[in-house]
Each structure stands twice: as structure tokens, then as C-alpha cells.
């Protein structure tokens, strides 16, 4: 799904609980195994650092068949989404990839949950 990048629909969007709200919804819909809310900056970003497998986003849903995610470093939160998985919240803020400690966060989150062995790559 493509959202506005700027003016009052994408202030309005562009929101942790709105987007939370969005990818809860659609890992409910699909029973996906893995579903992100991120800005495509935030995407490009990873692929140049040759990061093209799964990875984490403002809003990151992991299907509880890839396992359980352990408590993660503040201000990230973890939201159960019914009996199906948990959402990752990396921060309230708007996330931006002009604001390096938000990098820095999706890195060091996709780090742990590596380690934990949750980051699979999705297979179609």
C-alpha cells in the first residue's frame, strides 16, 4: 500500500498508531508471515547496504510461527496481535531515515530479532 509522503493526508497517516493500525490489520487479513509500515527512503536505504531479505520498519509484524519476540531496548513497544503474532513499534516519533538514531534503532532491532532467529526470509 502506498501512502502520501506529504500534506495534510499523509500528516494525517503517517502516524505510529494509524500505521500500527494498518499493519495489524493486514497481517490479520493475509496471515502474513511477516508485514512492514516504513518509508521507502528507509527501503532504499537498506538495499544499498545490500539488505533485500526481511527487515524492520517503523511498524513490523511477525507471524508467532517464526517464534516468540522477546522484550526489545526502549522506546521500542511489542503489541500481541490476537493469537497470531506481535507487533514491533520502533518509536512514537515519525520514523525518518534523516534522523540517524532512527537507523540506528531498525538496525540494532533487526539485530536482536536475528539472533533470535525470527528474521527469515519470507518464501512466496
Not at 19 to 30: D, E, I, K, S, T
Not at 54 to 78: E, N, Q, W
Amino acid at each position: 500500500m502506498t501512502l502520501p509522503k506529504r500534506g495534510p493526508n499523509a500528516d494525517r497517516l503517517l502516524t505510529a498508531p494509524v500505521l500500527a493500525g494498518v499493519v495489524r490489520n493486514m497481517a490479520l487479513a493475509w496471515d502474513a508471515d511477516w508485514c512492514i509500515a516504513t518509508s521507502w527512503e528507509h527501503r532504499e536505504t537498506l538495499q544499498e547496504e545490500g539488505r533485500t531479505a526481511t527487515f524492520v520498519g517503523l511498524v513490523t509484524y511477525l507471524a508467532r510461527r517464526r517464534g516468540k519476540v522477546s522484550p526489545l531496548p526502549a522506546p521500542v513497544r511489542i503489541e500481541p496481535v490476537e493469537d497470531k503474532g506481535t507487533l514491533i513499534l520502533l518509536t512514537p516519533e515519525r520514523f525518518t531515515v534523516a534522523n540517524p538514531e532512527h537507523v540506528a534503532l531498525s538496525r540494532r532491532v533487526r539485530e536482536l530479532l536475528v539472533r533470535a532467529d525470527l528474521m527469515q526470509p519470507v518464501i512466496p
